[in-house]
């Protein structure tokens, strides 16, 4: 059974047993198991990624069956999940152990996806999809927090935070606790202080890159390469980095068929782009068509999956990306 994030808010989810939550908001799927599920309905909390159950399959299905777990009334989280789990969520299905609930969560799936289509179809579980925030999502859990801290801030400030955290849920909800823990007593917080307290969601060194690559400025890219130590763990945010600029790149082009003038358009474009960042953003948006961009995007969501599957070899795969990206030539129509 299929049904929308924000139904979850007044479903009663006592009365399901199993639970797919997908898509790429990963921060608003690990918020709504942390808020929702896990207070909802049990204690005892188990954890697994899929591996771990799918080279364990045969202990799995004995502790799971037989009730051999410790305890009953158990909440189980499998993270990460794939279609590798089909058969064994039809097994549980079949045979539905007593005082189990179990949540798969994972990433985007298409609509062939075999795990997604049996969520959806199958009356005693529910999928739900979780889409990408977008500004104005963002913008509202933002005002949301400082409403009830009873913080004033000021709208550039609440401006600055999203785009420090770079459009991501987690990161937000992290830069405003640190906020909020600031702010303990004194109900007001500046713009100043905003500046001193938050982090760059995709930090100056990653977003620099990503702009210099994306003008095709081979010197400045080479250098950044040089002079920072990008370690592997930053692989990800840097696809982010360019995903979300891409994306940027992209609504503006299409703003601009309605609006020939692009310094006006620059200027309405929300979340704001900052005074130091529009010539940089006018410079992308000749260089780039809307076909291009599309053909880019493309290209590194299938390259974050590479990404994951190859960990070791991560920071060769993404060094051989952007040093590529300087040589091809931007003409995909």
Do not use: C
């Amino acid at each position: 059974m299929l049904i929308k994030q924000h139904e979850l808010k007044n479903f009663k989810i006592s009365t399901v047993d199993y639970y797919l939550l997908y898509g790429q908001n990963s921060g608003l799927i690990e918020e709504t198991v942390n808020k929702i599920f896990k207070p909802s309905l049990s204690k005892n909390i188990i954890n697994y990624e899929e591996t771990d159950v799918i080279n364990n399959i045969d202990t799995f299905k004995e502790e799971l069956f037989n009730k051999s777990f410790f305890e009953n009334d158990k909440l189980i989280i499998i993270k990460r999940a794939t279609d590798k789990l089909v058969n064994l969520i039809k097994e549980i299905l079949e045979k539905h152990p007593e005082d189990i609930k179990i949540v798969i969560t994972t990433g985007n799936l298409e609509k062939k996806s075999k795990l997604r289509n049996l969520f959806e179809k199958e009356k005693e579980a529910i999928a739900v999809a979780f889409y990408e925030d977008n500004y104005q999502s963002l913008l509202l859990m933002v005002q949301k927090t400082f409403r009830e801290k009873k913080i004033n801030v000021s709208n550039e400030s609440i401006n600055l935070i999203i785009e420090r955290s770079n459009g991501n849920r987690t990161n937000i909800t992290n830069e405003l606790e640190k906020i909020t823990s600031y702010a303990d007593n004194n109900n007001q917080v500046n713009l100043e202080d905003i500046v001193k307290l938050t982090n760059l969601g995709e930090n100056y060194k990653i977003s620099e890159l990503v702009d210099q690559n994306l003008l095709k400025n081979k010197k400045k890219t080479i250098n950044i390469l040089n002079e920072n130590n990008l370690n592997s763990e930053e692989n990800i945010l840097i696809l982010r980095a360019y995903l979300n600029k891409l994306k940027r790149l992209k609504k503006l082009k299409i703003d601009l068929k309605k609006n020939k003038n692009i310094d006006q358009v620059i200027a309405s474009s929300k979340p704001p782009i900052f005074w130091k960042d529009k010539i940089v953003v006018k410079q992308q948006l000749n260089a780039w068509s809307i076909a291009e961009i599309n053909h880019l995007i493309k290209k590194i969501n299938i390259l974050e999956l590479t990404i994951k599957k190859n960990n070791q070899i991560s920071d060769q795969i993404l060094n051989n990306f952007i040093l590529e990206n300087l040589l091809t030539t931007n003409n995909i129509t």
